[in-house]
């Protein structure tokens, strides 16, 4: 399961070699920079074809935060025709990329800025979706991984704006999210913040309405339907992954959470994804 956690090994870190220009090769790339930026201005006043993107952009935020699946749509199907995108690359594809990134990035950050998200999801959402848009073929592909991306990060912001954290309960659900693939004991929570045991589990429960060592459970159980339905681990080792004792122990607390076997819960979802009409739609909408 090392692979859910894949970094740099030290060599790798130690194999790269810090660069430092001289004033000579700063300066040859500076008056570089200034010529193409002259060039393209002047073209650019001379076609009439000025950016407007910042309106896009802020099309997509405003979606984002209404929680506005279609409107999304339209806005990412709705770029080239209606806004004038910049030239990004000498090729159209990577020009496209670059553009969507930079969307991804900005609303991210545009999210983080006015406190409507949680940082860290935010950023890992943003992550997988850069790594989806890089690994697409097509125009048609990039749009529907840019498409799943922006919709997960206005999931993040509905479940911030739906919350009201006290700030033991914040810290205690930090711990559990960086320490999920472990074991967690209430104590040792309650250890890392300097509180009692027993005044973290009473704050808590109050404002969350479960008990602690509850929420760790449903987080667990959580993260496991994460995994089965988006990979091709076994459940063998999803349950090794997640700190359960067995893989038996695992699917008894699977099936008295969601009424059936993480087998059958995943085959569930495979046999729903390929019926779905919303799939269907997408596919379809991002061909145009």
């Not at 073209?43 to 979606?63: F, I, K, M, P």
Request: proline share 1%; with cysteine.
């Amino acid at each position: 399961m090392q692979e859910l956690y894949r970094t740099r090994s030290d060599s790798q870190v130690q194999a790269e070699v810090k660069i430092a220009p001289s004033r000579q090769y700063l300066n040859n790339y500076m008056n570089r920079f200034e010529k193409m930026y002259t060039d393209l201005v002047f073209e650019r006043q001379e076609s009439g074809y000025l950016h407007n993107t910042a309106e896009w952009g802020y099309w997509v935020y405003d979606c984002l935060k209404a929680h506005k699946q279609d409107a999304l749509l339209e806005a990412l199907n709705d770029v080239v025709q209606d806004y004038n995108p910049g030239k990004l690359s000498r090729e159209e594809l990577r020009s496209s990329k670059n553009l969507t990134i930079s969307l991804i990035s900005v609303m991210v950050h545009f999210a983080v800025r006015d406190r409507i998200i949680d940082n860290e999801l935010a950023l890992t959402a943003a992550d997988v979706c850069i790594l989806l848009c890089e690994e697409t073929r097509t125009r048609s592909e990039l749009r529907q991984a840019a498409y799943a991306g922006l919709c997960k990060i206005s999931e993040l912001m509905q479940d911030y704006e739906n919350r009201e954290y006290h700030y033991l309960v914040q810290q205690s659900k930090d711990y559990i999210y960086k320490h999920l693939h472990e074991e967690i004991f209430c104590r040792d929570i309650a250890d890392s913040l300097s509180v009692s045991q027993e005044h973290l589990s009473r704050t808590f429960r109050k404002a969350e309405g479960i008990s602690l060592k509850q929420y760790i459970l449903d987080e667990r159980i959580e993260r496991a339907c994460n995994l089965l339905r988006n990979s091709d681990y076994s459940i063998s080792e999803i349950a090794r992954f997640l700190a359960f004792s067995s893989s038996s122990h695992f699917a008894t607390v699977f099936r008295r959470k969601k009424g059936k076997s993480p087998a059958v819960y995943r085959q569930d979802f495979s046999n729903s994804v390929a019926r779905s009409p919303r799939h269907a739609d997408l596919s379809r909408s991002s061909e145009r």
